[in-house]
Nanobody, 121 residues
């Protein structure tokens, strides 16, 4: 069984910074891409940033140059450093990991439970 758990959300003033972390554990054979999504109230979930197993990254235009995604392959973790936060960044942030399970050898996307980020103006 695979688990994905996020941490690091909270309340911050506009212009501040937060660092989110996500750890995958369980019957992991390998992890392909990892990503952060977010969902604001009344809006659809949107992709924030992705990172491949080789370290290639991609960002949504709204967060480029402010957010940085990174991963530690040995620790099965991914991080999202968020700087210059704006009130419009307020959302529940979700981690997604494309994981090949040790027993099934099937590539499947696993979601964490989400962590709230609130940016006050």
């Amino acid at each position: 069984q695979v688990q994905v758990v996020e941490s690091g959300g909270g309340l911050v003033q506009a212009g501040g910074s937060l660092r989110l972390s996500c750890a995958a554990s369980g019957s992991i054979f390998s992890i392909n891409s990892m990503a952060w999504y977010r969902q604001a109230p009344g809006k659809q979930r949107e992709l924030v940033a992705t990172i491949t197993s080789g370290g290639s990254t991609n960002y949504a235009g709204s967060v480029k140059d402010r957010f940085t995604i990174s991963r530690d392959n040995a620790a099965n973790t991914v991080h999202l450093q968020m700087n210059s936060l704006k009130p419009e960044d307020t959302a529940v942030y979700y981690c997604n990991a494309r994981i090949i399970d040790t027993y099934t050898r099937v590539d499947h996307g696993y979601w964490g439970q989400g962590t709230q980020v609130t940016v006050s103006s």
